[in-house]
């Protein structure tokens, strides 16, 4: 196995408190051949490392094992911001494919109950069970409502930003958009 490189610190303030720096990361060798980023909780596989512009090109394990085996995803790590280049992307004049592609990815990623149920509250007095339930619907409609997020452009976000469920924003775009299916029907 290859030994871990190592890399002089590229943040700036590394004086200031633990709480106040960015997040710690460092930078393995997986199965000795290829790199892996640790930083937090998520990891991150290296796909092109340049250390004079320190820039990395990364994909999300989870996602690149999950979604994306055979799909190259190009990630670009600029701070906080990732770029998903083959999620379908809403632009307004492809809601009928882009919805019918949403539509498989909720599948896939098992969210379509809370997409088009949304959550129902907690009873008064919930028992462990309900609570454990209800804790996994919470994080599918998370995860829900970060696809959608990821699959919209910056007008189609902007009609959906204060949605807190994905079933608000499935809602809100599917409002949106309905007209224009009527329009094409009526137009046939």
Not at 66 to 93: H, R
Request: proline fraction near 5%; glycine fraction near 4%; aromatic fraction near 10%.
């Amino acid at each position: 196995m290859a030994p871990s490189p190592t890399f002089p610190t590229l943040f700036i303030g590394d004086d200031r408190p633990s709480f106040c720096r960015p997040p710690q990361f460092h930078l393995n060798y997986q199965n000795g051949i290829v790199p892996e980023l640790i930083m937090s909780s998520v990891s991150y596989r290296v796909i092109h490392l340049n250390s004079e512009a320190h820039t990395l090109n990364l994909a999300r394990l989870d996602l690149w094992n999950e979604t994306c085996t055979d799909v190259y995803i190009n990630s670009t790590f600029d701070g906080p911001i990732f770029s998903y280049a083959s999620m379908p992307i809403l632009k307004g004049k492809n809601y009928d494919d882009w919805c019918a592609q949403m539509k498989v990815i909720f599948r896939f990623q098992d969210v379509t109950e809370v997409v088009q149920e949304g959550v129902q509250e907690l009873d008064r007095n919930p028992t462990d069970a309900q609570k454990v339930a209800h804790r996994d619907l919470m994080k599918r409609d998370a995860k829900a409502l970060f696809i959608i997020h990821q699959c919209v452009d910056a007008d189609n976000f902007q009609k959906i930003r204060s949605a807190d469920t994905a079933k608000k924003a499935w809602d809100t775009l599917e409002k949106s958009y309905a007209g224009d299916s009527k329009l094409k029907k009526v137009k046939l």
